[in-house]
């Protein structure tokens, strides 16, 4: 297990002491409040009436220390109360202090407000039992994630009690379990639920900021995914129901991942609202030129900057309380590259604060998931991260979608691919040429469809984006998605086009479960649902946007191929190597792959970079530790005319048992068996995965 020692080696000043117990801290005499601020010259505590957030009863001047630390002990400081800061320093280039601004305190772990803009802080107990539930601790080569938006989720689900719909409790609620069970995932990954708010210009639009990448504080639960009860009973009853939701998801063996917005805050660009870290100390929060023009790598206005200590140190606090105290199993990091640029911009895969991530021994148990690029210059960073990181594999979606969809309609238009398969099985296996040997397969999180972008339905149905709700003209959301209509743009009633669109989706979903790595499923894709074409439905809190439970037949069909695909990878090791096998040494727990064309053939350097052949066949043999041998035979066939394929000759395999084909409308129970050397007819477009005995 990582060390004290060697966080602190590498990152002396960002855990120095004198930023230990930064926020309030309760004790006999009332509570501790300690604010950094390196620039300020004045900091004052305010508190408010109990009942009236606008009636200031009481003020306490904070008294400056070591390390930029102000504080103040008041018996005024007690569980309930609503509190802020106000801090005033010098003018000059960046700074943007304001004697009358009232700003919620960083590290606040609890908030009260109007819901829009005015915010206070709220002093919480945050005592909890869990009645010994353990978290499952799901080992990566075993994880399937289910990434999910906690109200979109069961806001409509008609098994859960309308009082739980869109809920902290709706997604704890046995109904909501019972799916995610049932559907072999592991591990729930959540769009932020830090608190945040709409930004203005949606507002103005009569639209709202729904998957809330805009964070008013990193250590407070949104309140509006919260019951009314809950919501009633004021901060400690939002934090009470959220480590509910997690207790209940730990007793059913499901981890918990939050989607962790760290890399900018709803204070926007300059000029934009002044809540928190700007009024407090501008300069040292957030990058900058020295004239205090911001520097924007994230798109949003401000980026954090992790340079400076403080704040740092902020989001690495953040990360221990909801580890520690709210019992999150791991975190995915939105736009995880500016959090590693340093002075001068350039990310740095060993930058302070993601080494100090990896080596923090109270977060050495949780999952640490890298989004591997933000929008600055520099900004793809996709296998570049330390070892210790997972990383969402933006290589393997596109060339997935390719091999599916796009590859497609270019025959369709050209009568040959534009590639060959050679490409497509390196991301099958594992994406050996993005991450490092050192690293392995399980730091490619592997994904087809995520948030943002079209879902698994539109991808087979749209060729273009249709955002026009959206209020931006049709300029945002990508135009690049590497996506194939079939013949007819959105809704059709052609059975024709319908077949092959579902087929098109059994087998962007066999890949993503057939591959070396750690899958994530994005909600719905299982029901295959729509969004109508938009890709970027980060603004609509609507049917559009939330989980439909009624399904058609075919619906149904595609979740039971859900889950057979992850009941298949959940029985056969070979299938979810933790290592890369070496060619000249036995490597535990690796997968040994072996490759071959449609006659059976080893795979020759011509075949493999031949755009028209798109046909491949690979025996993976699993090297346990623990489990048994596993031996498994994939076929993947990427034209849309059928082919007869070779079964290879293999040493020690006498037969092949069929068990799953996205051929298939439904998937069948085990099927026939098959020997070496049998001709196999494949249909047009299709995989078909059997067991190697």
């Not at 994406?431 to 730091?443: I, Q």
């Not at 020759?604 to 755009?611: G, Q, Y």
């Amino acid at each position: 297990m990582p060390s004290r020692q060697s966080a602190l080696q590498t990152a002396p000043g960002l855990l120095a002491p004198d930023l230990d117990d930064l926020g309030v801290t309760l004790g006999a005499d009332g509570g501790t409040l300690r604010v950094w601020s390196a620039h300020a010259d004045e900091v004052e505590l305010v508190i408010f009436d109990g009942d009236d957030l606008d009636w200031i009863v009481d003020t306490v001047p904070l008294t400056p220390g070591p390390g930029d630390v102000w504080s103040a002990t008041t018996p005024r400081l007690r569980v309930g109360t609503h509190y802020a800061i106000r801090v005033d320093g010098p003018p000059g280039p960046g700074s943007a202090f304001n004697r009358r601004s009232l700003l919620l305190e960083p590290y606040s772990r609890g908030l009260a407000g109007d819901g829009h803009r005015m915010w206070r802080s709220e002093v919480v107990d945050g005592a909890f039992d869990w009645g010994g539930v353990a978290k499952p601790a799901t080992p990566l080569d075993r994880t399937v994630i289910y990434e999910a938006h906690v109200k979109g989720l069961t806001k409509r689900h008609p098994l859960v009690p309308p009082a739980l719909h869109g809920t902290y409790a709706g997604l704890a609620h046995d109904a909501t379990i019972e799916h995610l069970l049932s559907l072999g995932v592991t591990a729930v990954e959540l769009l932020p639920v830090h608190a945040f708010v709409s930004e203005p210009r949606l507002l103005h639009h009569s639209l709202v900021n729904y998957w809330g990448y805009n964070t008013l504080n990193f250590f407070t639960p949104h309140a509006g995914y919260a019951t009314e009860r809950s919501r009633r009973e004021g901060a400690a009853g939002v934090l009470r129901e959220f480590k509910g939701m997690v207790r209940r998801l730990h007793e059913a063996g499901l981890e918990v991942i939050l989607d962790v917005v760290y890399n900018h805050t709803s204070e926007l660009g300059i000029g934009g609202p002044r809540s928190s870290l700007r009024g407090i100390d501008n300069r040292a929060y957030y990058r900058q030129h020295a004239d205090g023009a911001y520097i924007d790598v994230t798109g949003c206005g401000n980026s954090l900057d992790t340079n400076t200590d403080a704040a740092a140190r902020l989001v690495l606090d953040s990360l221990r309380y909801w580890a520690q105290e709210c019992g999150v199993d791991g975190f995915r990091f939105d736009l995880a590259v500016t959090l590693g640029r340093d002075a001068h911009q350039t990310f740095t895969p060993d930058h302070p604060l993601l080494q100090a991530i990896i080596d923090d021994p109270a977060l050495a148990d949780v999952k640490k998931i890298a989004e591997p690029w933000d929008v600055g210059e520099g900004g793809w960073q996709t296998g570049n991260f330390a070892p210790g990181w997972s990383e969402w594999n933006d290589r393997f979606r596109d060339r997935v979608r390719n091999f599916w969809l796009s590859d497609i309609d270019y025959v369709r238009r050209a009568s040959v691919a534009p590639v060959g398969i050679g490409g497509f099985a390196t991301r099958l296996a594992g994406s050996s040429n993005t991450f490092s040997a050192a690293r392995g397969p399980l730091a490619s999180v592997n994904f087809v469809t995520a948030h943002d972008g079209f879902t698994l339905h539109d991808l087979v149905s749209y060729d273009i984006k249709h955002n026009e709700a959206n209020g931006e003209d049709g300029r945002d959301g990508a135009d690049t998605n590497r996506s194939f209509n079939h013949g007819v743009e959105g809704p059709t009633d052609d059975p024709h086009i319908l077949a092959v669109r579902r087929k098109a989706m059994r087998n962007l979903l066999g890949t993503l479960l057939l591959s070396s790595g750690v899958p994530m499923i994005t909600a719905g894709d299982e029901f295959a649902r729509t969004q109508k074409g938009n890709n970027n439905a980060y603004c609509h809190d609507s049917p559009l946007t939330w989980l439909s439970w009624t399904h058609e037949p075919w619906q149904r069909d595609l979740l039971a191929h859900v889950r057979t695909l992850t009941r298949l990878r959940r029985e056969n090791p070979a299938l979810r190597p933790v290592h890369f096998a070496h060619a000249e040494q036995r490597v535990p727990n690796a997968s040994v792959m072996d490759w071959y064309d449609e006659l059976g053939e080893t795979m020759s350097i011509e075949r493999w970079t031949n755009p028209s052949h798109r046909t491949l066949q690979y025996v993976a043999t699993s090297i346990p530790e623990i489990e048994q041998v596993n031996r498994v035979l994939l076929i993947i066939h990427g034209h849309e005319a059928p082919i007869d394929v070779v079964l290879p000759q293999v040493d020690g395999v006498t037969r092949f048992v069929s068990l799953w084909s996205s051929a298939d409308e439904r998937p069948d129970s085990e099927g026939p068996a098959f020997a070496p050397g049998d001709i196999v007819p494949v249909p047009g477009t299709s995989m078909r995965l059997f067991r190697a005995e």
